[in-house]
Nanobody, 116 residues
Framework: QVQLVESGGGLVQPGGSLRLSCSASGFTFTVYAMSWYRQAPGKQRELVATITSAGGSTNYADSVKGRFTISRDNVKKMVYLQMNSLKPEDTAVYFC?????????WGQGTQVTVSS
């Protein structure tokens, strides 16, 4: 079955960096665009970044442009989110997402906390 498993979250100081990883299995990874979402306490889940199936095109939320980079490795079936210049408002649970074979699939989420 489809599985998305995130890792790499943690506690980081403002201005720091983290790299999130998402391991995908159970589907033909090279066919599907993939995304990262996040959800802060008391807020709706929001789209952070999307990458096309071959990795040739990316899109970002305005709030993370210039600071975050989404990438993928189609051989390893991995999606990454490099997060630089982190701010306290980036604190959230980050989810890997794919719309696969007509269904929404989410990972379990990984907590990112930006605090001094």
């Amino acid at each position: 079955q489809v599985q998305l498993v995130e890792s790499g979250g943690g506690l980081v100081q403002p201005g720091g960096s983290l790299r999130l990883s998402c391991s995908a299995s159970g589907f033909t990874f090279t066919v599907y665009a993939m995304s990262w979402y996040r959800q802060a306490p008391g807020k709706q889940r929001e789209l952070v970044a999307t990458i096309t199936s071959a990795g040739g095109s990316t899109n970002y939320a305005d709030s993370v442009k210039g600071r975050f980079t989404i990438s993928r490795d189609n051989v390893k079936k991995m999606v990454y989110l490099q997060m630089n210049s982190l701010k306290p408002e980036d604190t959230a649970v980050y989810f890997c997402y794919g719309y696969i074979r007509g269904y929404d699939y989410w990972g379990q989420g990984t907590q990112v906390t930006v605090s001094s």
